[in-house]
């Protein structure tokens, strides 16, 4: 009896030790399980379309994911992640309504405080979760200098308060108040000498900078032939080597510095340089081994578009970036550097829109002289803002009269929140390669009578492949953590 116990005992004892190791095998299979699920990263690409009616310009609501055609590189995507308007997983707007303050130009318009209240009345109509920062480009006078009248809020009487401000930062002179369809009457308030004192005087500046660009060239190639080196930027720590294949020293460590590469249309590697100042530095590889470099001051278009992206990145990772630009349509820009910025606006997905005022009389009549003299230095003289807009998926608004603005801003900010948002998945073998790639969103859809509707899209017309960035820092890495949590709960289909 007692050996039967005896064993009987053994037998339990190591059923139970079998039983202790099953469930902690389990138990560690299960948390190696949890820890893999933990460290899998799903990139997806998003994009927001907007859809209207192609005759009456109505937004087209209602859309399933159906509906859709995502097409990346010219080959059909599947639609993984889909909200409309009303969703709640809904991104708010982060949105950055820049003015140029330009006297000459479109701050001759933003001298009447009647246009900014009726602005300010129709942002105070957004969404409560939605944001709105003011920059001012230009104030008083002051060329080069940006100032943020207030930063991205959601305090609707902060944001009334700054655009209240924004009349009293245009430039003194003569500048005229504008603002109504008799252009005469706005024109008669600048004299016509001072006109065309300006034109003169932007004329000579482009000529003379066409005329330093062929000097720089020419150096250049002597010293490339010479095999002299040449230092861009005394002191800032840039340097380029000519003819040479040895890899071009920027102080990398300075975490400000952007860096990034590209092919240009000859096939040659492209290192673009972004200084904390907006300073574009352009360093030419050639299939000879050589190296062209070329130093660009930033222009307002360019150093503003950078900086609200870089900021709203860093401020908003959450949100829908979106930038409104009121100009009169010159905004110089180096065709380079119009490049660069689209590529960072298409990286963050920011929607660039413009609200664009008429361009003195003078000024329209001499860009037919400007324009040549410009594409000789490489300048864009005006058009960029639309352009920008269309490679974003924006929206350009041309405004002639007071109330045009506030309509023009209620379309824009309308159209902005009644966006499609889509997305889709990319696969592991999917490496960032450093270039642009096309997209392209087809809408199918059928009335109540089952006729086919006749839609339109806009949308970002490319996209960069989303790269995992290592963490800075512990708290770096929360941020993305969180970031990457908030994507994950938009709707799946």
């Known amino acids: 009896m007692r050996s039967r116990n005896f064993f009987s005992h053994i037998i339990r004892n190591g059923i139970s030790f079998a039983l202790t190791l099953l469930l902690v095998s389990v138990g560690v299979a299960q948390e190696a399980a949890q820890?893999?699920?933990?460290k899998v990263r799903t990139r997806v690409v998003f994009l927001d379309a907007l859809v209207t009616d192609k005759k009456t310009k109505a937004f087209a609501a209602g859309l399933a994911p159906d509906n859709f055609e995502v097409l990346a590189d010219g080959k059909p995507r599947p639609v993984s992640y889909f909200t409309r308007e009303g969703d709640k997983n809904r991104r708010p707007l982060a949105l950055a309504l820049v003015f140029d303050l330009e006297r000459l130009g479109a701050g001759r318009y933003m001298r009447r405080t009647e246009i900014l209240e009726a602005m300010a009345a129709e942002l105070s109509k957004l969404p409560p979760e939605d944001e709105v920062a003011v920059i001012v480009l230009d104030p008083n006078g002051v060329e080069d200098r940006r100032e943020w009248?207030?930063?991205?809020?959601?305090?609707?009487?902060?944001?009334?308060?700054a655009m209240a401000i924004v009349p009293t930062l245009v430039g003194e002179g003569a500048g005229g108040d504008g603002g109504d369809e008799n252009e005469s009457d706005a024109e008669a308030q600048v004299p016509v000498e001072q006109t065309a004192k300006s034109i003169e005087g932007a004329g000579k500046e482009i000529e003379q900078a066409a005329k330093e660009k062929e000097k720089e060239k020419e150096k250049e190639k002597e010293k490339r032939e010479k095999g002299i080196s040449i230092t861009i930027g005394s002191g800032d720590g840039v340097k380029v080597e000519s003819g040479s294949e040895k890899d071009k020293t920027v102080d990398e460590q300075d975490e400000e510095v952007e860096i990034d590469y590209i092919k240009d249309k000859k096939g040659n590697t492209v290192k673009r340089i972004v200084k904390p100042d907006g300073a574009l530095i352009i360093e030419r590889t050639n299939k000879d081994g050589s190296t062209t470099s070329d130093y660009?001051?930033?222009?307002?278009?360019?150093?503003?578009?950078?900086e609200i992206t870089k900021r709203v990145a860093a401020e908003r990772p959450?949100?829908?970036p979106a930038l409104v630009y009121i100009t009169d349509?010159?905004?110089?820009?180096?065709?380079?550097?119009?490049?660069?910025?689209?590529s960072k606006l298409l990286k963050s997905n920011v929607i660039f829109s413009a609200l664009v005022t008429d361009m003195k009389t003078g000024f329209k009549f001499a860009m037919p002289l400007l324009k040549p003299l410009g594409n000789l230095a490489g300048i864009s003289i005006s058009g960029s803002a639309q352009y920008l807009a269309k490679a974003t998926g924006g929206e350009s608004v041309r405004v002639r009269r007071p109330a045009d603005y506030a309509r023009g801003l209620s379309q824009i900010v309308g159209n902005l929140n009644s966006r499609y948002s889509l997305g889709f998945t990319l696969s592991e073998a999917e490496t960032d390669d450093g270039q642009m790639h096309a997209l392209e969103v087809r809408v199918r859809a059928r009335d109540a009578k089952g006729k086919e509707r006749k839609l339109e899209v806009k949308a970002r017309r490319g996209y960069y492949m989303p790269t995992d960035a290592k963490p800075k820092s512990s708290e770096a890495a929360k941020k993305t953590d969180a970031a990457d949590a908030t994507q994950g709960e938009r709707v799946k289909n």
């Open 35 to 38: 820890d893999e699920v933990v």
């Open 318 to 320: 959450n949100s829908q």
């Open 329 to 342: 349509g010159i905004a110089p820009v180096f065709y380079t550097q119009r490049d660069y910025v689209e």
């Open 296 to 306: 660009q001051e930033p222009f307002d278009l360019a150093a503003a578009a950078l």
């Open 149 to 161: 009248l207030t930063p991205f809020t959601r305090n609707r009487a902060q944001v009334t308060s």
